[in-house]
T-cell receptor, first 113, second 118 residues
Framework: GENVEQHPSTLSVQEGDSAVIKCTYS??????FPWYKQELGKRPQLIID?????GEKKDQRIAVTLNKTAKHFSLHITETQPEDSAVYFC????????????FGTGTRLTIIP | GAVVSQHPSWVICKSGTSVKIECRSL??????MFWYRQFPKQSLMLMAT?????????EQGVEKDKFLINHASLTLSTLTVTSAHPEDSSFYIC??????????????FGPGTRLTVL
């Protein structure tokens, strides 16, 4: 089955700087890659997603890039703010018919004021 | 966006008892729902895929007789943890995709249920 690796496990960034989280996946048939933000004790919230037919997607301060050949994708957060502090998970979905998501191990992002 | 609810939000039970957790899609019909378990400071691990009107599909290593899943309607799936033990204490989260959102793969998550087994 699909295997998703995520790095780093923890990340501390000065407020205003950028944060980058990277994930790799194993199954080349995966074609949907969402990123979730989870605050303590809360549900995961989708912050951005990308399909395999697109190399990059941006939504204000958040962007995701995908390299299908290398089977890795990255989350970029610019101009970080204290409220960006949370745990971030990447995930991969095998194909549209099989909706099962495989999650990465998570990155605890701390924004230092 | 689509809304998924869970009940209860937290539950404490004695070892050996059974606990039922409900997952509801409030404004859409979901033929498929997913159940995840999340231990502290860990990722979400898929336990099973709940299929309306048919048997659930369990992930490797998940005991189907211990974690009973019933998806009796298009808006409700239940997870019953039978003969719960302290090691079953975890955060249980369900999710579903709204098939009415054509072209979107997004899954919507419930708020989770914190289970503590004494």
């Amino acid at each position: 089955g699909e295997n998703v690796e995520q790095h780093p496990s923890t990340l501390s960034v000065q407020e205003g700087d950028s944060a980058v989280i990277k994930c790799t996946y194993s199954d080349s048939a995966s074609n949907y890659f969402p990123w979730y933000k989870q605050e303590l004790g809360k549900r995961p919230q989708l912050i951005i997603d990308i399909r395999s037919n697109v190399g990059e997607k941006k939504d204000q301060r958040i962007a995701v890039t995908l390299n299908k050949t290398a089977k890795h994708f990255s989350l970029h957060i610019t101009e970080t703010q204290p409220e960006d502090s949370a745990v971030y998970f990447c995930a991969a979905q095998l194909n549209f018919g099989n909706e099962k998501l495989t999650f990465g191990t998570g990155t605890r992002l701390t924004i230092i004021p | 966006g689509a809304v998924v609810s869970q009940h209860p939000s937290w539950v404490i039970c004695k070892s050996g008892t059974s606990v039922k957790i409900e997952c509801r899609s409030l404004d859409f019909q979901a033929t498929t729902m997913f159940w995840y378990r999340q231990f502290p400071k860990q990722s979400l691990m898929l336990m099973a895929t709940s299929n309306e009107g048919s048997k659930a599909t369990y992930e490797q290593g998940v005991e189907k007789d211990k974690f009973l899943i019933n998806h009796a309607s298009l808006t409700l799936s239940t997870l019953t943890v039978t003969s719960a033990h302290p090691e079953d204490s975890s955060f249980y989260i369900c999710s579903a995709r709204d098939p009415g959102l054509a072209g979107r793969n997004e899954q919507f998550f419930g708020p989770g249920t914190r289970l503590t087994v004494l």
